[in-house]
């Protein structure tokens, strides 16, 4: 009896070791998994990363497919706008420099010498005559030869071009000469061959800002000083004054005499067919 207790004892034992390392076994493989696991959804969550980061680029690059596309779009709409135009041009052999301008003639006020819209520049066919009231969309200035157009978009949404008197691009004005780094930003400088007289400011600007240093004194200006350049937002002019050269802000200069300060393409065109008729 003694020994079947005994022989007893010992299975259980037996059982006891074998269920305590078929445990052992079990746990260790459960780690292994669990470790595998863990590494698996690492490599998932960088291969999620890496398409993230693709899509961005692909999302990047698209845009700006897109935004190219747009632009060549604009491009080629000009382009067949004006491909009568320039097919003139060859025929007469005239120069044909394009300037890109929107604005709007106004002529609700206007009631005489009103202009005629014709059906190409150097042509003599009139396809309509500006009426009062009537708003005449501006969509580019045409340096054809010697004389100059503008490009409009008439009320019944046709294209035609009004004869213009005064060219303010003449001698390459208000073209593009040059960048600025000022406060931090990048600006566009224009030419702008001109002159001023008659107006106070304290003192001549190296950049065209406030915070700028002072180049020299410059106080009440009564003789006419003579412009070079422009910032493309018509904010600040660079005059010669005496020896030096400088930025003066372009609300505190004066002409001497009526009409606007400024003669910026779009002021020199409303000006002449619309404002002054109201002097």
């Known amino acids: 009896m003694k020994k079947c207790t005994i022989l007893s004892a010992v299975c259980m034992l037996i059982i006891l070791v074998g269920c305590t390392k078929d445990k052992e076994n079990l746990a260790e493989e459960m780690k292994n998994q669990v470790e ?25 690059k698209s845009e700006s497919y897109e935004n190219h596309i747009q632009e060549l779009s604009v491009r080629n709409a000009e382009l067949e706008e004006n491909l009568e135009l320039y097919s003139t041009g060859i025929e007469t052999e005239a120069k044909i420099i394009v300037h890109k301008l929107e604005t709007v003639l106004n002529f609700e006020e206007v009631t005489s010498d009103l202009p005629e819209i014709y059906k190409f520049p150097l042509n003599d066919e009139v396809i309509y005559t500006a009426q009062t009231n009537d708003k005449i969309n501006v969509k580019s200035f045409i340096e054809y030869g010697t004389e100059s157009y503008i490009r409009v978009i008439l009320p019944d949404n046709t294209t035609g071009y009004i004869k213009c008197k005064f060219n303010p691009y003449i001698n390459d004005n208000f073209t593009p000469i040059g960048k600025l780094t000022v406060d931090d930003k990048q600006i ?23 915070t700028s240093e002072n180049v020299c004194e410059l106080g009440f200006v009564s003789s006419c000083v003579k412009s070079i350049a422009i910032t493309a937002d018509y904010n600040w002019v660079k005059i010669q004054f005496n020896e030096h050269e400088g930025w003066v802000p372009a609300k505190e200069l ?19 067919f619309v404002n002054c008729h109201f002097i």
């Open 36 to 60: 595998e696991l863990q590494a698996k959804n690492a490599e998932l969550i960088k291969e999620k990363e890496e398409l993230e980061l693709n899509n961005k680029n692909l999302s990047e």
């Open 188 to 210: 566009t400088i224009l030419k702008m061959d001109d002159s001023f007289c008659d107006f106070d400011y304290p003192n001549l600007k190296e950049l065209p800002s406030e």
């Open 254 to 272: 004066s002409r001497g005499k009526g009409g606007p300060v400024i003669m910026d393409p779009a002021t020199s065109v409303v000006w002449e």
